[in-house]
């Protein structure tokens, strides 16, 4: 890694026990949320998926490079209309030190994002509640964040009791919810279908 990375890397304000880098608040049009896959953006895209914004749930594999090589998606990913910020793994049976660099990555790609003068919404995740000692940092409060429903069906309690401590500690002011959401779940949803977001117009 050459100096200047290392500078780059270090960079970003942090927040928490681990300096974990914050996400500076940010607005963006509410009234008409589309959401497009990273894996589904292409060079010099269509007018109408310029129009949305690109989503992370996707496995781990499939984003790695936004964190390792961050420099080499600027230009295709600036096309698009704002970024959430990437959905590294968090599973209850990882290492903690695992999840907090989860955290950590998706926060600092939103941070190297912002700084490139792009829009960028920061992706919630949380397992046990042990991760909510730090996978709430780095997000202030009052800001638009998203959430992802994948996967979560099978831990209905323990995912509840996440969003709760999120609403709590973020305030954030609306929720971009991709994928059907549970009925307790409260807050300013706005719900993304999954199936329209992967119907990409070329």
């Known amino acids: 890694m050459r ?4 500078f780059t890397r270090n960079a970003f304000y942090g927040s928490g026990i681990y300096e974990i880098p914050i996400i500076e608040k940010q607005e963006i049009k509410l009234n008409h949320i589309e959401l497009i896959s990273f894996s589904d953006t292409r060079i010099n895209d269509s007018e109408s998926n310029k129009k949305k914004g690109v989503h992370f749930f ?7 490079n936004v964190y ?8 295709r990913l600036s096309q ?31 941070a190297y994002w912002q700084e490139q003068g792009l829009s960028v919404i920061p992706t919630i995740s949380w397992s046990t509640k042990e991760s909510f000692e730090y996978c709430f940092d780095g997000v202030e409060k ?14 209905k309690r323990e995912f509840l009791l996440g969003y709760e401590k999120m609403l ?33 117009v070329r």
């Not at 390792?68 to 230009?75: D, K, L, V």
């Not at 009052?142 to 831990?155: D, E, L, T, Y």
Request: charge should be negative; proline fraction near 4%.
């Open 3 to 6: 100096d200047n990375e290392l």
């Open 58 to 64: 996707l496995d781990d594999y499939r984003f790695e």
């Open 68 to 75: 390792r090589n961050p420099e080499q998606s600027i230009a």
């Open 80 to 110: 698009y209309s704002f970024l959430l910020t990437p959905d590294f793994s968090m599973y209850a049976d990882m290492m903690a030190w695992r999840q907090i660099e989860s955290v950590a990555h998706s926060r600092w790609v939103g």
């Open 142 to 155: 009052n800001s638009i964040v998203a959430i992802g429903m994948i996967g979560c069906k099978r831990n």
């Open 168 to 200: 709590e500690r973020i305030e954030p002011s609306h929720i971009i919810c991709y994928g059907n959401p549970f009925t307790e779940m409260q807050g300013n949803l706005i719900v993304v279908d999954y199936f329209k977001s992967r119907m990409v």
